[in-house]
């Protein structure tokens, strides 16, 4: 069974840092482009940040300098750690990849900046 699990949200204050994962099952992450999206109340889904299989990485204007996405293929666990956060960052943080002619996504997990 392919599954997403996204854990490490929480409350933290503008400023702050915090760092989510993605833990992967049922396939085999370094495989596939796998992305970070955010969602906040009201709001599109965001494409926050892709690693490739190769670990170049692409991200997002508003986070660029600020967020840096890793895999550790061990784990076979993909992180999102986020720094310098902003109130404009809270959102529900998602990851998903996509293969086999089907898209997969965690359930997500909530980060809240506030001060």
């Known amino acids: 069974e392919v599954q997403l699990q996204a854990s490490g949200g929480g409350l933290v204050q503008p400023g702050g840092s915090l760092r989510l994962s993605c833990a992967a099952s049922?396939?085999?992450?370094?495989?596939?482009?796998m992305n970070w999206v955010r969602q906040a109340p009201g709001n599109e889904r965001e494409l926050v940040a892709t690693i490739t299989r190769r670990n170049s990485t692409d991200y997002e204007d508003s986070v660029k300098g600020r967020f840096t996405i890793s895999r550790d293929d061990a784990k076979n666990t993909v992180y999102l750690q986020m720094t310098s956060l902003k109130p404009e960052d809270t959102a529900v943080y998602y990851c998903?990849?996509?293969?086999?002619?089907?898209?997969?996504w965690g359930q997500g997990t909530q980060v809240t900046v506030s001060s």
């Open positions: 998903n990849t996509y293969f086999g002619g089907e898209s997969y």
């Open positions: 049922g396939f085999t992450a370094s495989s596939y482009h």
